[in-house]
């Protein structure tokens, strides 16, 4: 059997935006000390003259592209979750969701798969963050394919988009000839009729690994890709709800105010369902290899297989 190729989302995002650079002379690219991290120095390498290094000053550099937004420019920042959903929470909000300007965000190293770096830069709470921005579009691809797609789809919407990309290196589990992207549309990578599962990042590919496992169990798992946290396909959540009448929510991502919170905010209103929401338990995380810490936290394919197993019976 061959072996599964990974790659890390934030390479996708590197890859992706030189792509579209060959294609859109109006992509500016902007990074704050940390394009070899990012990857955007893939593009700064390509386009060297609309790469802009704005140095450790986040803030400034999301007030540079509001700027460069109204000038008919489409420029992505990049940074750390932390920093670009966190220490810049003001300046996304007030000089870039406040207007709805054009501008993209690239948040690169989310969730507790940044690893030895710690607590301080595992960004567990971006997400929650960035959907309570009016009008801000929220995505947080599964894979490379999906990743560069998503940076695709950013470009040709015309507002506010928050990127949430990996870097931990993950399986490619959408190469396929029919895989399409479109935003605010989940995607139903697995049917099943006992507990639909709801999975966005890199938790999308750890809970189709689970689904095989419940199956020996006799637990037939509706597995259903999120990309897209908001917009939320609510038409999608609620069919899939009433159809196996149990719903859990997977998340690199604390359990408050992400996909968990999307999915029972629409279910309470819409289709009251039996839930559980998997992810981080209103904790930090901890300094350590990001395998072990996916594990240690019950996030990876045999802590999900547990908890989905027990909620199901």
Known sequence: MSEVKKIATRESYGNALVELGKEHEDLIVLD???AGATKTSIFQKAFPDRHW???IAECNMTGIAAGLSTCGKVPFISSFAMFA????FEQVRNSIGY????VKIGA???GISVGEDGATHQCLEDLAL????????VINPSDDVEARAAVRAAYDYVGPVYLRFGRLAVPVINDKPDYKFE???GIVLREGKDVTIFATGLEVCESLKAAEMLEKDGILAEVINIHTIKPLDEELVV?????TGKVVTVEEHSVIGGLGSAVAETLCEKAPTKMLRIGVNDCFGESGPAVELLHKYELDAEGIYKKVKSFAK
């Open 239 to 243: 069919a899939s709800a009433l159809k």
């Open 53 to 55: 290094d704005c140095g």
């Open 130 to 137: 960035m959907r309570e921005i009016p009008g801000m579009v």
């Open 99 to 102: 207007p709805h300007l054009n």
């Open 32 to 34: 704050a000390d940390l």
């Open 108 to 110: 690169t190293h989310a």
């Open 183 to 185: 935003i605010g549309k």
């Open 85 to 88: 959903a966190g220490r810049n």
